[in-house]
């Protein structure tokens, strides 16, 4: 399986990890089936979800197994105002090196940025 596969696969689980230590370490600690690295301390891998098991969940918390979205309609873009303003020359916003978290402990709702 390609890691683009791997990516857009229901049977496919994503995880956010430590980076600390290069691929080679990634690799030795999770054995996925792909990485892409975030930056030098942060890289998201893929495992299969049929390795999901007591251990895993443990080690890297799932709450939940999510769907694999695809993005989102141009209309809705034009409709919300964003297609606008991304077409202003000077602003440049793409969300490129942007990273965006959201935790929901159904008490609450947290949103993580990071630049």
């Known amino acids: 399986m390609t ?3 791997a990516i857009y696969s229901e049977n ?3 995880y956010l990890v430590s980076a600390l230590g290069g691929t080679e370490a990634i690799l030795q600690r999770y054995d996925p089936i792909c990485i892409t690295e975030i930056d030098q301390s942060r890289a998201i891998i893929y495992k299969g979800a049929e390795k999901l098991n007591s251990e895993s969940i443990n080690r890297f918390g799932y709450g939940a197994i ?3 979205y695809g ?3 141009e ?5 919300s105002g964003v297609a606008k303003i991304r077409r202003q020359p000077y602003l440049d916003l ?3 090196n942007i990273m965006i978290g959201i935790i929901d402990t159904g008490e609450r709702v947290i949103i993580l940025l990071s630049q």
């Not at 209309?75 to 409709?79: F, M, N, P, S, T």
């Open 3 to 5: 890691c683009r596969e």
């Open 12 to 14: 496919v689980l994503d």
């Open 66 to 68: 999510p769907h694999v």
């Open 71 to 73: 993005l989102m309609d």
């Open 75 to 79: 209309k809705a873009l034009e409709a």
């Open 94 to 96: 793409y969300g490129q």
